[in-house]
């Protein structure tokens, strides 16, 4: 068996403790917007549309930092599943970070103001998909 490096160690215990921040945060936060009725009329007024990428962004939501927990704990294991997996969430996130803000903005331009700021969490996904393509680390997920 590999023995894996402390870059595997740190990003495997970071991804599932963001995993499970996130997921704490993002299901609260997201259950809190659709129980608030000012923001809910202000979104229904918007059209469907707007309620359905809420919804949809609550399942994702769900579904992406289940993933980080799992996708961190085959890395802690050295599974190059959970390598690949990593690396396809990050690009997915990383996408998702540049933008859904816009098609947020698009859909509140009328009654709110928000401001386009890339999140601090492109980081962490930009640092995955480099750090697990290098072949340093690919190396030590060979069996």
Known sequence: ???????????????????????????????VFLKNPHLL???QSKGMLSN???????VSNFVIYSLFII??????????WGRNLLILISIVQ????????????????NTA????IP???L????????FFNRRATKEQFKS
Request: no cysteine.
């Open 94 to 109: 990383l996408a998702n970070s540049l933008v859904f803000p816009h098609i947020w903005k698009g859909i509140m331009s």
């Open 52 to 58: 359905k990428i809420i919804y949809l962004g609550l």
């Open 1 to 31: 068996m590999n023995k894996k490096s402390d870059g595997i160690l740190v990003l495997g215990v970071t991804a599932i403790l963001f995993g499970i921040w996130s997921l704490s945060y993002y299901l609260v936060s997201d259950l």
């Open 123 to 130: 980081i962490l996904y930009i640092i995955n998909i480099w």
């Open 41 to 43: 009329s202000q979104l």
């Open 119 to 121: 999140t601090p969490n």
């Open 113 to 116: 103001n928000y401001a386009i």
């Open 71 to 80: 996708g961190g704990i085959a890395i802690l294991k050295l599974k190059n």
